[in-house]
């Protein structure tokens, strides 16, 4: 799909348009990068809490409630965990939790052919509205306020889904870094230690995980990423 992003305030209203931009199902999208990863030897420890990390003997050790592991290269990308991973090394990843609560409609005949700055239709018809963003730590419950409010918003857009029938509401946490900004690279005073993390850590996966290789890999990645270091916090 493509994007267009609405500004409003008393003063004006605008848009920007992207013929790049989109949205993707998270969940297809994770299921074939284990599925890709897993013909090429990758294994998985799923649900299972990373208890120590420490470095020893110039490598790394992850210690998890099923077993440790030991690499010479360790990626950070724990998403709204990283503050409570780099902790583990005393070192500050300043991510903070941002809740958004989505409403979800009955599936409806194909009508919205771009993706509105919350306002979008599923494949399947479904219309999700909403982008609340709510400094509520991990609290994913949903509340009335922000609802009617995503309500209105997408009744703004599209007066027709006045008549629309809502069929669920949920919530999500957001990563997202203290400045707004991706935080990505290598970490300050440790070799080969990286870390990954930003808000739409899902959509903008293609672009991180290729600048993360590239970095092992190779020493460098093909677009500047220094402004996003970690040590720009200090």
Same mark, same amino acid.
């Given at each position: 799909?493509?994007?267009?992003?609405?500004?409003?305030?008393?003063?004006?209203?605008?848009?920007?348009?992207?013929?790049? &931009? $989109? @949205?993707?199902?998270?969940?297809?999208?994770?299921?074939?990068?284990?599925? =890709?990863?897993?013909?090429?030897?990758?294994?998985?420890?799923?649900?299972?809490?990373?208890?120590?990390?420490?470095?020893?003997? /110039?490598?790394?050790?992850?210690?998890?409630?099923? /077993?440790? *592991?030991?690499?010479?290269?360790?990626?950070?990308?724990?998403?709204?965990?990283?503050?409570?991973? $780099?902790?583990?090394?005393?070192?500050? +990843?300043?991510?903070?939790?941002?809740?958004?609560?989505? %409403?979800?409609?009955?599936?409806?005949?194909? *009508? !919205? @052919? *771009?993706?509105?700055? $919350?306002?979008?239709?599923?494949?399947?018809?479904?219309? !999700?509205?909403?982008?609340?963003?709510?400094?509520?730590?991990? @609290?994913?419950?949903?509340? %009335?306020?922000?609802?009617?409010?995503?309500?209105?918003?997408?009744?703004?857009?599209?007066?027709?889904?006045?008549?629309?029938?809502?069929?669920?509401?949920?919530?999500? +946490?957001? =990563?997202?870094?203290?400045? /707004?900004?991706?935080?990505? #690279?290598?970490?300050? #005073? *440790?070799? @080969?230690?990286?870390?990954?993390?930003?808000?739409? #850590?899902?959509?903008?996966?293609?672009?991180?995980?290729?600048?993360?290789?590239?970095?092992?890999?190779?020493?460098?990645?093909?677009?500047?990423? &220094?402004?996003?270091? !970690?040590?720009?916090?200090?």
């Amino acid at each position: 799909m493509l994007c267009f992003s609405f500004v409003q305030s008393n003063l004006y209203s605008g848009a920007t348009y992207s013929s790049i &931009d $989109g @949205n993707v199902n998270p969940f297809r999208l994770i299921d074939m990068y284990m599925r =890709a990863a897993k013909r090429n030897g990758v294994q998985y420890s799923a649900y299972n809490k990373v208890t120590e990390i420490k470095k020893q003997n /110039g490598k790394y050790l992850v210690v998890s409630d099923k /077993g440790a *592991f030991e690499c010479k290269n360790l990626i950070l990308a724990g998403g709204t965990c990283s503050s409570e991973i $780099g902790d583990m090394l005393g070192i500050k +990843i300043p991510v903070n939790q941002l809740r958004g609560q989505i %409403l979800v409609s009955e599936p409806l005949k194909p *009508f !919205l @052919n *771009f993706t509105i700055s $919350g306002l979008r239709q599923a494949n399947n018809g479904e219309v !999700l509205m909403g982008y609340s963003m709510e400094d509520a730590g991990f @609290n994913r419950a949903t509340t %009335l306020d922000v609802i009617q409010e995503s309500a209105n918003m997408a009744v703004h857009y599209v007066p027709g889904l006045r008549k629309a029938k809502i069929v669920r509401a949920f919530s999500g +946490i957001r =990563a997202m870094p203290e400045d /707004g900004f991706p935080i990505l #690279g290598e970490v300050p #005073g *440790f070799k @080969n230690l990286y870390v990954a993390a930003t808000h739409s #850590g899902v959509t903008l996966s293609p672009l991180i995980g290729t600048l993360i290789i590239e970095l092992i890999m190779d020493g460098e990645t093909s677009i500047p990423i &220094d402004r996003y270091s !970690l040590s720009r916090f200090g």
